[in-house]
């Protein structure tokens, strides 16, 4: 369906798309190198309005309708660090199908180890440089000039695009692409594809993700004298035999399930767990005080497959916790839910995922690769909130890159990923259906 101008000896309308963006590199690396510069760390959330407002304004450039939506009634929407997101309408001139890019300009601390700023938009040797840089404020930025690209080349499509970017994805998204689904503002009714570019790089897309289980194990011991421990019951202990168990009872048979969800790393098809937080006893930076610790909480974060229904993850776990309870009389240990998000998959034969492997080929010249996410991003609340069922992430950027040092995006892919998103939004937009 796409180049039939071509034959006519006129550029095609992807021709001219490609061409509006490769024109405007130097102005899509600025952009991305602007948004870098606001840090908008998370938590707490710093500086949110005033990177909607640069992303509002340059919407509004590119002719969309800019609209802001504080997340009110949302205890974290506070007057310190308002919740506020950014959504541009764009309009549409016939009954053609409506689309979604949406990008989370919400960004993680950015830690140790950096050789440059990581708030100072540094470009050297064909990277962009910063937090951010690759998860993913050069992913908006190549939304952004997708469409702005199309505009520039004087199309007319016959759907619309719609441009959006929110808050607190590196925190659940419950402010940002959740309240916009629950506010109706993304919804079903008018969106029929989603693009989200996160960084899986120029020639993958990806289809969905695995779920995620978080719980606590919390052990109840005896305080006692630290000099007499066994006058007590020490919780440590106790919840030293469930990461043990853990360890060698449950570690080995997550490791023997394998998923066809097409996961990447290869070695994230597995499930998995972390145990990402244990507390028990006297803390840290507490006067030394001689008592045997009477609780203790562990953290756990479970991914699992789609093979894996939830209600045997969860049981699996409860089960192997009362076990362990149970093989010491006085043993006291519960489980207690955190959260839970289920995996989600597009069809791979959705028609998004066709639009953008053929702008991979004509591109690239490459073939694309379908992926799936080992851990979550906003593509939960577009399937499980808004209904929206035709949604994958594609952009810009290295994952392996995210939340590192010296986050970085090389310009070429951040360039190619414009042109890649311009003109599969074109196949999508355009098509008469
Ligand atoms: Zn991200």
Known sequence: MRNRSSRAGAPSRADQVLKEVEDARDEIVAFTADLIRIPTVNPPGDAYRECAELIGRRLADADLDVQYIEADGRAEHTAAHPRVNVVGRGGGRGAGKRIHLNGHFDVVPPGEGWSVDPFGGVVKDGRIYGRGASDMKSGIAAAVFAVEAIRRAGIDLGGAVDISGTVDEESGGFAGVAHLCRAGIISAHNTDYAIIPEPFGPDRVCVGHRGVYWFDVVARGRTAHGSMPHLGRSAIDDMGAVLEAFRTRLSPRLAARRSALPVVPESARHPSLN???????????????????????????????????????????????????????????TVEDRMVVHPVQTPPDSPVVTALSNAIRTVRGRNPALVASPGTYDQKHFARIAGIEHCVAYGPGPLEEAHQPDESCAVDDLVACTQVLAVGVLELATVAW
């Not at 507490?286 to 909480?297: K, L």
């Not at 562990?298 to 789609?306: G, L, N, S, V």
């Not at 093979?307 to 093989?327: D, M, S, T």
């Open 275 to 333: 145990v990402n937080a244990v507390e028990g006893g006297q803390t840290g930076e507490a006067v030394q005080s001689p008592c045997v610790a009477d609780r203790c909480t562990a953290t756990f974060d479970r991914r699992f497959i789609p093979e894996e229904p939830f209600n045997e993850v969860r049981e699996e776990i409860a089960a192997l916790v009362a076990r362990v309870a149970g093989e010491d009389p006085g043993r006291h240990l």
